[in-house]
């Protein structure tokens, strides 16, 4: 692996403190996001909240601020237009209660034969959710989330110990809970990419703390006469090139995402590149830490 910091020494477990201290504001955020969208107070996307959504396929190109213009003027000033470049396909999202009586669905296709004439279109897809599916959505997300930490805790206890798969759970929650206070401070649409993009970074933050766990089971094999403070700063400085190169790669793969990878692609894409770098922290400075407060007197933190 490529060794771009060499050598180091760095003291990580002498900035515990600190860290923990970042990690609960952190999950605190997280935490009050999570009461926001379970009382509906966030930003959901129709996949949580309900609505209707419908795709457009038109003749000529149409101008996305003239489609705005056009649906505001008639009442659906909430609608969220995506263009799909090149293929002069628009999709229209119109949460549930922002709508008029009438269907929504028929209300749009109204509004576009009405301003649009010359343009004609076809329906490629609608589709609508219902308040009550919403809610059913948010449970079965819960729930994966869920059994996704059990299966964490689980296979880390099979494999370390029993501690270790806690530390690792707390710290994948914590990178989780911290992707979501963040999207929530930032108002950004929650919907079920962004909670794909949510069990994708925990399954990447697992992965990057189980990496550091073996090279500290490994050390303190070998390390016996070190306190465990000592081994665990030298595991982390011993994969810590490791850890940084394989953070970078996945970012250098993100960003272009981020940036170019249209309305459909840029919400996941962030939550993704929010996620790689907490999970780069987290397994540093919160998994690790985490062994030092559960520490036993005289016993190791691995079975021989």
Do not use: C
Request: proline share 2%.
């Amino acid at each position: 692996m490529l060794e771009i910091l060499g050598k180091t020494s760095i003291d990580f477990m002498g900035w515990r403190y600190h860290s923990f201290v970042l990690s609960s504001v952190l999950a605190i955020l997280g935490l009050l996001a999570t009461i926001q969208i379970a009382r509906g107070a966030a930003n959901l996307g129709i996949d949580f909240a309900g609505g209707t959504a419908v795709q457009l396929k038109f003749e000529q190109p149409v101008l996305l601020d003239a489609a705005r213009k056009a649906l505001e003027s008639n009442g659906l000033d909430n609608a969220e237009l995506q263009e799909f470049v090149g293929e002069r396909t628009l999709l229209i999202r119109v949460k549930f209660g922002s709508a008029l009586e009438e269907r929504v669905a028929d209300r749009i296709l109204s509004i576009f034969a009405q301003d649009f004439p010359e343009n004609r279109f076809v329906v490629e897809a609608t589709s609508e959710i219902g308040p009550s599916i919403g809610k059913k959505l948010q449970q079965d997300a819960l729930i994966a989330i869920l059994i996704s930490f059990a299966g964490i805790v689980l296979y880390i206890a099979a494999r370390f110990e029993f501690r270790f798969g806690i530390a690792a759970a707390l710290a994948t929650f914590h990178d989780v809970l911290a992707v979501l206070g963040i999207f929530y401070a930032m108002d950004k649409e929650i919907t079920l990419l962004v909670v794909t993009a949510l069990l994708t970074l925990a399954g990447y933050s697992l992965t990057d703390t189980v990496v550091v766990f073996d090279r500290i089971r490994e050390l303190l094999r070998q390390r016996r006469r070190d306190s465990v403070e000592i081994v665990i700063n030298h595991a982390i400085n011993q994969v810590l090139s490791r850890t940084i190169v394989t953070s970078l790669t996945v970012v250098i793969v993100l960003l272009p995402l981020a940036v170019a990878g249209g309305e459909v692609l840029h919400d996941f894409s962030i939550a993704l590149l929010l996620g790689v770098i907490i999970g780069t922290y987290s397994s540093v400075f919160v998994a690790s830490p985490l062994l030092l407060l559960w520490k036993t007197p005289g016993k190791h933190l691995f079975r021989a």
